[in-house]
């Protein structure tokens, strides 16, 4: 069982060369696993419940070998656990802060400010939902799914040209349709995301845990199971309808996609 079933993640690899050399020497002397998903949502949940500063335990990172060379995406657990905890403390009214952070707890936030700031976060992660927006990066052949230690799983990758040019295409396609606004910003923001990484990179989008309660919702709706999951078909299929002025085609799509996804997000509330 996962630490944290109910998490997906969007991910980029970094070539081993875009490291400085001390982290290039670390990373090529990891020891490439298969269970660093859970290693990584294990220290994710310990630097929560600990409140232990970014520098005070070194971080593992994702690997994949492919053609000879290494890609690496850091687990930056404290980075992105303690940049969580001050977007937390900007969403509230100051005098309703202390209520919820002890002062010792804003000092350490405060202190390592520096250390959240300079770290950019190889991983995004939702809970409970797949953003449509991840899907506009990949192409359905580019989907890996089946079963492993009796557990169902599903994963895209690509370079993260590909990435970047499907979500470029994206972004247009909602600003003509819609115009701007949440949505687009959204888009824009993870196409911001991406910028920052080396042109050779890989990204990857995991379902985690997400894909046993996926499998179970499609088999209850009397559906094959993970092969009856087309959420990348669908979305592709709702941005081609908008490009075409096809309303239709559009809302088939992604009504398809959204209703297949609120089943699993409402478990949310039935656990």
């Not at 850091?74 to 100051?94: I, Q």
């Not at 075409?244 to 088939?252: K, V, W, Y």
């Amino acid at each position: 069982m996962r630490p944290t079933p109910y998490v997906a993640s969007l991910r980029i690899y970094e070539p081993i060369s875009a490291f400085s050399p001390a982290e290039s020497l670390r990373w090529q002397s990891i020891t490439k696993t298969e269970t660093t998903t859970n290693e990584e949502q294990e220290r994710a949940l310990s630097r929560i419940i600990t409140s232990e500063p970014p520098a005070l335990k070194p971080d593992g990172a994702h690997i994949i070998d492919q053609d000879g060379k290494r890609y690496v995406c850091p687990w930056s657990t404290a980075a992105r656990c303690w940049a969580a905890l001050e977007d937390f403390k900007t969403s509230l009214p100051n005098n309703i802060t202390k209520l919820f952070l002890p002062q010792n707890l804003e000092e350490a936030i405060s202190i390592n400010s520096e250390v959240i700031e300079d770290k950019v976060p190889h991983i995004i992660s939702e809970t409970w939902m797949i953003p449509p927006r991840w899907f506009s990066l990949f192409s359905p052949e580019e989907r890996v799914r089946g079963h492993k230690l009796n557990e169902p799983f599903t994963y895209f990758r690509t370079s993260i040209q590909n990435a970047k040019k499907r979500c470029m295409f994206t972004h247009q396609t909602v600003v003509a349709s819609f115009g701007n606004g949440p949505i687009e910003q959204e888009i824009a923001d993870l196409l911001e995301w991406m910028d920052l990484f080396h042109p050779e990179s890989i990204v990857e989008l995991d379902y985690g845990g997400l894909a046993t309660y996926l499998e179970n919702s499609l088999i209850e709706n009397g559906e094959p199971g993970l092969d009856g999951d087309t959420s990348c078909e669908d979305l592709h299929l709702s941005l081609e309808g908008l490009a075409s002025g096809d309303g239709a085609r559009a809302g088939q799509g992604y009504q398809r996609l959204m209703s297949r996804w609120r089943r699993v997000a409402a478990l949310e509330q039935a656990m």
